[in-house]
């Protein structure tokens, strides 16, 4: 993710922000590549992602973290069974109020290689136990090591190990190597996503996601690499990369990070403010976050993409499309935005087109 809760979401990762921009303002020459031939390269797992309907669950810390992730509504000090019961709702509520069926959860060594991963795990089988697609991914740590390097390989690889091993053959589960590996070239991360595909070859490639190189903020290179063949590709893409920009120009803007990709390509990351009042199911050409919103929903439908909401639930985050209900051992969720929650049904291919 490349934002912070509160009112001024560019603020504490502008230089994330600013390497968007800069890749933007390149526009199709070097985002694109030469998309004609990336599509060949990569044969796509299906015909489209659309089955992938979901949001982001995240630690109030953005998932950087150098300790245990604590996943917003729960503790580090629960029992599995205690995880495994507020899991169970919120996952619930993430479908009952988004119709939602994916949840994508953030990793670290931390909480994979010590005591707390048999809890944490309480999470992962909540949301398979009721059919959710669950997209695990790694995060780096936070500070110096905020990088866009994996942080340490002697933990890295067998942080995987102790994943893999446990979720290999659940097909609800699917691996993502790296959130936004944006301190290697193109080239590097093809090569560590290669590696990552011939290390757990057991794995079906249709469940790995690779993601996009720089802040996975195109696509183009890792479909055009044929060693990736057969994974689903990650997009993340935000409003706030620009000051400001007309529908058109978001849509012209995230087509040419996906070039011919689509097919293969799910947005596991996008979001707009939703704590602001904000109505998303109103045409306002005068402001920046309807029209990337209305824009990237449209193009997600229109190109049979899935998507993932950043956040669904972020405890103090301005971008949460949920918000904590209930009480601390029964948690429910709210949500914060309805015309927020209508522009994701009518991305995941149901709702009303936006009418000027």
Known sequence: MRKTSGPSPRTPRLRAALVAVAVAAVTGATLAGSPASASPAGAAPATDTTQFKGVNWADPRDNFADDLLQLSGLSTTDTYRQTYAKATRIIAAFRANLGANTVRLPINPYTVDGAYWKSYRGVIDAASDQGFKVIVSYWEGTGARKD???DDTATYWPMWD?????YKNDKHVYFEPMNEPHGYTDTEWADIAAKWLSTYAKVPRNRVFVSGAGYNDHVTSVCADPRLKGTYLSLHHYGFWKDYATYDQWVADLKVRIGDCANRTVADEFGAPMTTGLNYDVKTPDDNFVNYVQAVTD????????????????????????????TTARPWLATT????????????????HVKG
């Open 148 to 150: 866009g390097y994996i």
């Open 162 to 166: 102790t994943v893999v091993k446990a």
């Open 299 to 326: 193009t997600f439908r229109e190109l049979k993409m899935g998507s993932v909401y950043w956040p669904g639930l972020r405890t103090d985050d301005t971008y949460s499309i949920q918000k904590l209900t209930g």
């Open 337 to 352: 935005n309805q015309s927020g929650a209508d522009r994701l049904a009518w991305a995941w291919g149901r709702g009303k």
